[in-house]
């Protein structure tokens, strides 16, 4: 895998003029919020999307997951294959913005999106489907680092974590998009006749959807943020970049299905495939001679905690609707509905999370203090909901939809606090490459999730020890946050040279 080749380059525009070291925005900043918010609303659409048609498969058993021997553990399989594909492009997302422009990045991440969305549609078999999911995850999995390195370069850093959380809210709102959507889209196609066919249906609305915000974004980076971009070299680096990686993954699952490897099985040479990865990237910067910013025990810490946040986001994102369905024995539409108030917490929580974290930083408070609350409350929530579906009574869906919006607002509000000491613990000139490696990292919980819950249920019948396990890597998590010493938030940035 080619990893090496993004080291040494320089920064371009997110180091034009630093908002924090300067005081003032380069560019509209709230309008360069709701551009990135709606990136997030249609990227998190597009791949969350995949939960709901997996669900649906399994129900009325069709599809290539329906007839499935254990089809809650091969549907884990398809997310978690496409959680590596996301998670192997964060660090060389970070690094060719860094050098070819974070706008670029953005929108050559979106556009790949939407076309590899459209493609999920209109491809058949099990395999080509996975194939196409792969692909969608190394497009969107540039869009992380640069978007959060945008906000902080081009916010007053008294507003630069409320930032970080107003943008991300659009994970939640396009997990809600998705969660909602999904199965209403389906029953649309069914009634336009569609038959087995009718999940294609949402790909292909989500896909459009893209397409209009790709207009929008490029628009606004044009007349506000730079002037005219250079779309076809990152493209070009990304694609050679992805090649090589599409290939390992695909080739990983065509050698599962032909030797029959246990699901399991498949997940472990997958996590396999990630650590080695990491390892590559970790010494290619340590050679650079970067690795004291990069790779401190400060920031290892971050790091790893934030492991915990990506298997309970993609645990619940992937599998709440079917856990819900199966739970309170309720239809696919009243469980996706049920499963929103999770996704939904985060319009509320995000925001908070970043106005807080400010408010923090104003009044000299710690931000890891409130890092530390919101992961104990959240965990607490996540053993009751666990505790919930475990007995032998039906829960009612008012009782699941309260805890799931409860835990989620913590749960939301946690990230940006954790993505603002994150980005202050590096200076400017690094941030794409730090938030690259934050998501590089912890990715491996996004794609040992979705799987290893759907082996659990398959192997026991019941979600709870999924949801226990979750709540269980989240109290690590605290421990681990309790290690960090947290930086300045107003820390001197070196001038760009």
Known sequence: MATGSFEGDTARDGQLIDA?????????????????????????????????????????????????????ALGGLVGSMFFLGYMLT???GGRLGDRFGHREMIIVSLLWAAVMTAVSGIVAGLVVFVAARVLTGLGEGVFY????????NHTPVAKRTLGLGVVIAGLSIGLTVGIILTPILINWGTSLGMGGEAWRLPFFAFAAFTLVVVALAFTFFRAKLGGAMRLVPPFLRLVAFSAPTFVVIVALFLLAETLRWPEWQTAIVAGVIALVYIAIIVRSVQRTGRGGVLLNRNIWLVYIAYIAILWNLWFFSFWSVQIVREA???????????????????ILGFPAGGWLADWAVRTGRSRKALALICTAVYSVLVLIFGWSISGGETPSLGLLGLLLFSSGLFFNALQPIVQGMTGDMVPASERGSAFGMLNLVSEIGAVASPVVSGVLR????????????????????????????????????????
């Open 145 to 152: 680092s640069n978007d959060r390195t945008l906000i902080m």
């Open 90 to 92: 964060q660090y060389p």
């Open 328 to 346: 309170a024995d309720s239809s696919l539409v009243a469980a996706a509905l049920t499963a929103a108030f999770n996704a939904g917490a985060g």
């Open 458 to 497: 398959d192997a026991t019948g019941s979600w709870a020890p999924g949801v226990y396990v979750a709540a269980g890597i989240m109290i690590l998590s605290f421990f681990l946050y309790l290690m960090v010493r947290e930086a300045p938030a107003q820390h001197e940035d070196p001038v760009p040279g």
């Open 20 to 72: 924090g070291r300067q005081g003032a925005p380069v560019a509209p900043y709230r309008a360069l919020w709701a551009v990135l918010l709606l990136g997030w609303v249609v990227s998190y659409a597009d791949r969350t999307l995949t939960g709901p048609v997996i669900a649906w498969m399994i129900q009325n058993k069709a599809g290539f997951i329906g007839d499935a021997a254990n089809p809650a």
